[in-house]
């Protein structure tokens, strides 16, 4: 069965940082590109960044571009979203998912089930 699971949400003050994580089993995550959305309350769905499984190219939406970085671990099984300088604006509930290139981008795949970031004083 095909599962991505997201962690690493949480409670973080302004200006703060947080990394999340997103596993995936039942299939090696290695070969597929990965993407991480958000959606905040009231809000449409948001894509904010993409990576690729072949030549780690990135892409990032202007509104968390310079503050947050996609990466995946050597044996690419993880894809993580280090989100720097957050701002009471990015909390969201962030998912990941994960398929073709061309499927992420489009916001499809599989997904995880969302982990709660709230950046708040």
């Known amino acids: 069965q095909v599962q991505l699971v997201e962690s690493g949400g949480g409670l973080v003050q302004p200006g703060g940082s947080l990394t999340l994580s997103c596993e995936g089993s039942g299939f090696n995550l290695r070969y597929y590109a990965a993407a991480w959305f958000r959606q905040a309350p009231g809000k449409e769905r948001e894509g904010i960044s993409c990576i690729s499984n072949t030549d780690g190219s990135s892409y990032y939406a202007d509104s968390v571009k310079g503050r947050f970085t996609i990466s995946r671990d050597n044996a690419k099984i993880t894809v993580y979203l280090q989100m720097n300088s957050l701002k009471p604006e990015d909390t969201a509930v962030y998912y990941c998912?994960?398929?073709?290139?061309?499927?992420?981008?489009?916001?499809?795949?599989?997904w995880g089930q969302g982990t709660q970031v709230t950046v708040s004083s």
């Open positions: 998912a994960a398929g073709t290139y061309n499927s992420v981008v489009a916001g499809l795949g599989s």
